[in-house]
């Protein structure tokens, strides 16, 4: 179901309104009664938690022996960038 709220009550309640959409409800906004917006949660997935990542990276093997010294070799191998225009 989706609730209806006035501008001026999304106004003062924006926390609250954003905190339900986040969970899921849905919201149309009205202005003297004529339906001026939708307020509905992001079709995106949810961010992985803290818990979550430190979980993954737990899983994560370590860099090999000479990994270091690999990227440093392959930086060193790299020609200088030119200086962009502007800072001439």
Do not use: C, K, Y
């Not at 906004?29 to 979980?55: F, K, Q, S, Y």
């Amino acid at each position: 179901m989706t609730a209806r709220l006035t501008d001026a009550d999304l106004a003062r309640d924006l926390a609250d309104v954003l905190s339900r959409v986040a969970r899921g409800e849905r919201f149309v906004v009205e202005r003297a009664g004529t339906p001026i917006a939708e307020i509905v949660p992001t079709t995106r997935p949810p961010l992985p938690t803290m818990r979550e990542v430190i979980a993954a990276i737990g899983h994560l093997t370590p860099a090999g022996e000479g990994f270091a010294d690999d990227l440093e070799a392959v930086q060193a191998a790299q020609a200088l960038a030119e200086p962009p225009a502007w800072d001439n």
